[in-house]
Each structure stands twice: as C-alpha cells, then as structure tokens.
C-alpha cells in the first residue's frame, strides 16, 4: 500500500463556491443545510426534442462581482466560475492576492469538459455556415488549461504552475490531492486547487444518450432512482500548511489528512467494486485513519442505478459492513462534472465546521442493495472529526480526499 | 516544481517519421520533413499539407474491440504505449501513468454536438464513440488495454503538456504513489483541431502535427538512466511578455537544479516565437540554442511539442557521444501566457 508521505501538515484556509444552490461561501453553506436543489430546466441551451429539460445551473452569477483584473466577457464559463471561486477563497483565507504573488504556488483545477458551451458554439457556426466562420476569440480561449492561467492572471500570480486536470468526473479530487502532495513535499507555500465545469448541450445528449439522465431529480441511493441531473459550477480551495498558516495567524477550516487514486484499468463506464475499495484504502492509510473514525462519507454517488450500488458494496467491504452515513450532494448539486468532488469538499469542510451532515434530498426509499443510511431529505446536526470525499470517473478513474477537524496539534 | 530527482529509464514516440524511437531520431538529425498533402475527403481543411502518422492501425498491435472507434489521440497514444510498455515492470497497482493534453479529442466533442444537432433526436450520438467524448479517454484507454492500475491522469498544459506530465509524474514517485510511471503527451490531426488552430492563430510552425512521445520515469537506481529530470517548473507571464517569463522560468529551473546558464550544453524550444527564442539566447548563448537540430520536420504537435522535445533529447544518447552528460533545457510557451522548462542531465556518462 502506499507509504505515508512525511512532510508538513496541509490545512484548508480558504474556499470559493459558484453552485446551483446558492454562489459564495456562506450562501453555499446555507443552502446545503437547508437541502436546496438546483433543478430547473434549462436556459443555457436548447432542449427541443430532447427526453428531458432538467438541468442544476446556476443562476443569479454576476462574474464582475469577483473578476477585477480581466473582463469577464472574454473568458468562457468555467473560467469565469472558477476565476470567481478562487477569488472567493483568497478573500476568505484574509489574503492580499500581492502577498500570494511573492510565493511559489500551484494552480491546479479539475475539468471534465472544459469550455463546452463554447465548442457547441464553435460547432454549430460549422454546422450552420461552415468551418471558415468560427469565431476567432471562442477558438483562441478553449483549450482548458487557460480556466487555470485565467486564475492567475486575475490575481497577479506570476510564480505558479497552472495547469488543469482533465481526469473527468474525479478532477476536482485529483487536483486537491495534488495539491496535498505539493505543500507535504514543500514544493509550494500555497495552492489553489478545485474544478469547474459548465452545463452543455453535448455533455447533456451524451449521458441521455448513455440513458443515465433521470428526468426530472437526482435521488442517489433511492429504490427509484433513474440517474444524473447535469449540472455545472466551481469550487476552489486555499491550501497551505499548517506551519504556514499558523504563522500568519489564519483561520484554519479544516485538515487534508490524505488521499488515494488508482485506475480500474477493466471498463470505460462501468465502475469496478474491488478497485473502488482499494481506492478508499489508499486514501484512508494515506491520511492515517481508521475506518471507525470516519464520520460520514460524501459519495460520489451519482444517482445511477450503477454507480450507487456498487459504490455502497465498495464502501461496505472497507467498512466491514458498518458505514457511517453515506451521503451525495449531488442530489442537490447535480452532476457538477469536474467541480463534483471540490465542491463536495468544501461541503466535506462545511459540515465539520458547521456541526451537521448535509442531507441527500429527492430521496423516498432507500434502495435495499444500497442499504446505507443516506441522512434522508433533511440535514442532521453532528460534530464529526474526519469526512471521506469519493470522486470517480468514467475510464475507471477514481480519487478519494479524507478530511479532518484540524485541532492545531497531532491527531 | 519538482526538485527531487527521477530519472527516464525508457521511452518511445509515435511521429510523423513513423513508429518508436529510431525513426524519430533519424528524422530529426537528418533534417527530414515530414510535410505531405493531406485530403479529409468531403472534410474541408484549412490546409493543403501537415505532417501527419501514416499506417496507424492499432488494431494490428493490440487486440481487443472498440479500438477502431477511439479517437485518433487514444489511437496514438495506445501505439506509442504498445512501444514502450513491459509487462510487469509498467503494469499493476504501483505503476502510474500521466498523459499531457491541450484539447482531449476535440474532434470527438464536435462531432457529438454535430450529430445532435443533426440527428433525428438531438440525444441520438454514436455509442460506439462516447467512451473517447472526455479528455481522459486516452489515458484511461492506455490503463485498461495494459493494465496500468495505480494513477491514472490527464493533464491539460497546452504546448508544455508533456512537462506537465513529467512534474506531476515525479511528484507521483517522490510521494510514493507509485513505484514507476510512464509520463508523455499525446496530439491529433484532425479537421477539428485544424480549424480551431488556424482561427486561434495559435500555430507556431509551419505545418500542423501529431503524434505521441512517452517516457518511464522512476527512482534514481534500479536500471541505468536516459537522463535525469533535474528541474521542471512553470510560471505564468500575468503581464502577457512571454519572453521575459521564458527567461524567469528558464532561471527558475536552473536555480532548482543548482545549474549555472553556462552549464546548459543545449536548449531546445517547443516551438517558441523568434521573440521569445532571442530571450533565451540572451540567457544560454546561441551555441547551446542551437546545438541540436528542432523537430520542425514533424509540424507543431500541439499538447506534444514540449514532449517531442524531451524526446530529441533523450535520442541524442548513445548517437552523439559528446551528449554524454550534457544539460539540457527544454522550454514551453504557450499563447495564454503559460510558460514551462524543464532541466535534463544526458545519461551514457
């Protein structure tokens, strides 16, 4: 198994949410109390002829009210969600984006389809009026490591890599889990790292096309749950160590106590039990946890019939048989893509500085080969100390972040 | 980022020269161009040539169904990969792979949102070609047709994508996430990026490339070094002049790696403007500029220029005997203001 990485302790000391339910932290925080849904049909395209017209967007998101430094009008939608976020979370470490500028840092952020909406666009002005009549600007801002060199550029961040991590649907784990492993290894004094991703027609054809949309709500772990709501958004983290943040005095959310990725490497969609397991473990011995300390997991949990089974088998094997509550913010969220597991994360760190479990909602009656207490419908009040966050992806692609209560001295 | 040694103990290349390392090299040292019409049939191009892999047929080197249905970059880079791969050594549970992108299989996703905008119901895309809709399909295709089950990750770095995928692999290794990686960059040719480059204005040679080049990485020790990766770091120009963040980054890698500019025996760009190439002859000398010949014989290879670099540089082992032990900078830039450089140390010493 994988050797603990020595090395510093990794805090979170600042976060940035743009979501269906609720855009900024605290309204973000509000909203999974309260068990909100972003489910509405769409507006960000056209869904004529298409089975269903649900989608988890978000609404009310005035990029200017967080992008100073460009204009937002040139930057396609996931770098604006996640140039806002990150912007969120240098503000709520009570940083200067010019005493980050003297540091070396990391810029890492998760996508699954980068700028979407604006290859649809690209692709029908070749559908309607040929190849010659793309738009020159949409072209020049999709490749997706510009939603990463956009962060840096609206904050003045010169010394950083800044890449993005296409790794699909688990992007936004892979990124946080990078970004542990640099500040451990001291090869950053700071990270900013998460996902983001937009709602598209194409993203939306494709998983109807897979038959994994439900029509009209995400109830993961359900007897009736019929699949994903596709959804959109960003969430960012501030990562530093704990020696680092101390020092300056900072307010620390929460520890990132450790991580695990692997690859099923057996099929392109469906997910593989024992992998997924030995994912958990990877990540629960990389963070020095047992599992009976593990307050509550955030699933993956998708809402596919797929997924949540097999996930909730996986989750029972590591657990031996006795999983504390397992719950999707998904069903809230919708599927956010390559923002899922960031903004799962920051969930993760809500809950354990807000003293609750956030509820999955939708839910009617638990599917008996799912047989997990899903903390149905409605939030639950708890102090716990350590939250697993799953994170998979088609081709078998999967990262698991475990976060703890920081209390400032040893666990 | 990335200060703690790995070293390259293998590699390999699908180019325009043809398959696995040899051809490439000759290639490249002999000067060839591989610049040829290409033809889309009823596909309009923007281009009359480009250089281009002829003969890709993966079916021929793997077995298996559904490869005929990948994109052309999961293609690639299962060739590339076929090449390389030793069971055993790159397989299992502590072995990782990182593949470098700049656009996944663009093609793919435009051709999802062309049949949906063409199709009888606008949800009715080909199944056969969903699975390649996703920037990690080529890396997750490579770990489940090898079995490569440790880390598996996509990275989007545009021109520098391939030192992207060496620092995050040698950061995998220094972790102990994984006990080997194979680290490399894949790039397509295809209609879709065509257009999309030649509306971006983004190409920075004379015709469009493809290909795929990859290398195993590990813990300095157990076999004998290609070279060593001394440094790779990145920073972003938030001030737009790339050829002073060239010349900051290029300090930046040889400040990490405790190596002084006049140590660096060769530098070689992926494809920098003259602008940004002037800059960093100020930095190294015009000698170690152009003391190994460019790989502008196989066109810009896009997520793969930087990778293909790396190659030229790892071929000039055991060809030319005065590498031996030579430094060598391999820089990136990319038009929204990225820009990566990574140290190597020639092995053959």
């Not at chain 2, 920037?135 to 490579?142: L, R, V």
Request: hydrophobic share 45%; net charge negative; with cysteine.
């Amino acid at each position: 198994m994988t050797a603990q990485v020595a090395g510093r302790r990794v805090v979170v000391t600042g976060m940035g949410a743009v979501s269906g339910i609720g855009v900024g932290l605290r309204e973000f925080a509000a909203a999974l109390r309260a068990g909100r849904s972003a489910a509405a049909p769409a507006t960000s395209f056209d869904t004529t002829g298409f089975p269903s017209d649900v989608v988890c967007e978000v609404r009310g998101f005035a990029a200017g009210d967080w992008i100073r430094t460009l204009d937002p009008a040139r930057l396609g939608r996931a770098a604006q969600f996640a140039t806002a976020a990150a912007r969120m979370a240098v503000q709520d470490a009570g940083l200067e984006p010019e005493a980050l500028a003297r540091r070396r840092g990391l810029v890492t952020i998760g996508t699954t389809n980068g700028e979407s909406q604006d290859v649809d666009e690209l692709t029908s002005a070749d559908v309607r009026h040929g190849p010659e009549h793309m738009r020159p600007e949409l072209a020049r801002r999709i490749p997706p490591q510009t939603i990463a060199t956009s962060i840096a550029r609206e904050l003045g961040l010169s010394d950083v890599d800044a890449r993005v991590i296409g790794t699909a649907c688990s992007a936004g784990n892979y990124a946080i889990g990078e970004g542990l492993d640099a500040i451990r290894l001291g090869l950053a004094d700071y990270v900013l790292c998460g996902g983001s991703d937009a709602v598209s027609r194409k993203t939306f054809a494709a998983f109807h096309r897979l038959g994994l949309v439900d029509p009209d709500a995400c109830r993961p772990f359900d007897a009736e749950r019929r699949g994903i709501i596709t959804g959109e958004g960003a969430g960012v983290l501030l990562l530093e160590s704990a020696e680092h943040a101390a020092a300056r005095g900072a307010r620390v959310h929460a520890e990132v106590l450790g991580y695990g990725l692997n690859c099923d490497g057996e099929h392109p969609v469906a997910p593989s039990r024992a992998s997924v397991a030995r994912c958990m473990r990877l990540a629960l011995d990389d963070a020095g946890v047992k599992p009976r300390e593990v307050g509550f997991i955030s699933a993956h949990g998708t809402g596919t019939k797929l997924n949540d089974v097999t996930e909730c088998e996986a989750i029972r094997d590591v657990y031996d048989g006795r999983p504390p509550p397992v719950v999707s913010l998904k069903s809230m969220l919708g599927h956010t893509m390559g923002a899922a597991s960031a903004l799962a994360a920051i969930g993760c760190v809500l809950a354990l500085t807000g003293e609750f479990i956030p509820p999955t909602i939708n839910h009617r009656q638990t599917d008996p080969d799912c047989g997990v207490d899903c903390v149905p419908n409605v939030a639950r009040a708890a102090r716990v100390d350590v939250v697993q966050n799953n994170g998979f992806a088609f081709g078998g692609d999967n990262a698991v972040v475990v976060l703890g209560r920081y209390a400032g001295r040893d666990r | 980022m990335n200060d703690t040694t790995a070293v390259v103990t293998g590699w390999s290349v699908v180019s325009p020269f043809g398959f696995g390392a040899k051809s490439y090299v000759d290639g490249v040292l002999g000067g060839d161009i591989a610049a040829r019409p290409v033809d889309a049939g009823e596909v309009v191009l923007p281009d009359a040539l480009a250089c281009t892999v002829r003969g890709l047929d993966p079916a021929a080197i793997l077995d298996g169904k559904g490869i005929r249905h990948l994109d052309r970059a999961s293609q690639l880079a299962l060739a590339t990969l076929s090449e390389l791969v030793e069971p055993g050594l790159d397989t299992g549970e502590r072995a990782g792979l990182v593949l470098g992108t700049a656009l996944g299989s663009v093609q793919t996703e435009m051709d999802h949102m062309r049949a949906s905008l063409r199709a009888r119901r606008p949800h009715l895309l080909d199944p056969k070609t969903l699975a390649s809709g996703t920037m990690n399909c080529a890396a997750a295709q490579c770990a489940i047709r090898f079995g490569i089950t440790g880390p598996n990750t996509t990275v989007a770095g545009g021109r520098a994508a391939g030192l992207h995928a060496l620092d995050y692999a040698s950061r995998l290794l220094a972790a102990g996430r994984a006990d080997r990686v194979i680290a490399g960059a894949v790039e397509e040719y295809t209609p879709a990026r065509a257009w999309l480059t030649h509306h971006a204005c983004s190409r920075r040679l004379e015709w469009l490339g493809e290909g795929s080049a990859m290398f195993r990485l590990e813990a300095p020790g157990a076999r004998e070094p290609l070279a060593h990766v001394l440094a790779v770091t990145g920073r972003v120009a938030v001030d737009r002049d790339l050829p002073a963040a060239v010349v900051a980054c290029a300090r930046d890698v040889l400040d990490r790696a405790g190596v002084g500019a006049a140590a660096v025996w060769a530098a070689i760009d992926a494809g920098s403007s003259l602008r940004e190439r002037a800059a960093l002859a100020g930095l190294v000398g015009l000698d170690a500029l152009t003391r190994v010949p460019g790989a502008e014989g196989i066109g810009d290879t896009g997520a793969a220029s930087a990778a293909f670099a790396v190659a030229t540089a790892l071929g000039l082992v055991g060809r030319w005997p005065e590498a031996a032990g030579r430094n060598v900078l391999v820089m990136a830039t990319d038009p929204n203001g990225a820009v990566s450089g990574a140290l190597l140390r020639l092995g053959g010493a």
